[in-house]
């Protein structure tokens, strides 16, 4: 009978512990792509130019 109580709890711990995780990681992504909503085209451009010549640096 108690081991039933102790796996019960267990699981229970489990799911609450992986519930929070999702919610976690929803909210990181929540973040991220309102960020990169209020980029316009030209800091999009020119992020990805300067991540460009710094693989290009790092190439070398």
């Known amino acids: ?16 512990a992986g519930m929070a995780g999702l919610v976690a990681g929803g909210v990181a992504v929540a973040r991220g792509e309102r960020r990169r909503r209020t980029m316009t085209p030209e800091e999009i451009r020119t992020r990805l ?8 640096a790092e190439q070398v």
């Open 1 to 16: 009978m108690k081991s039933i109580r102790v796996r019960t709890i267990v699981l229970r711990s489990l799911g609450v």
């Open 49 to 56: 130019q300067e991540r460009y010549a710094q693989i290009e």
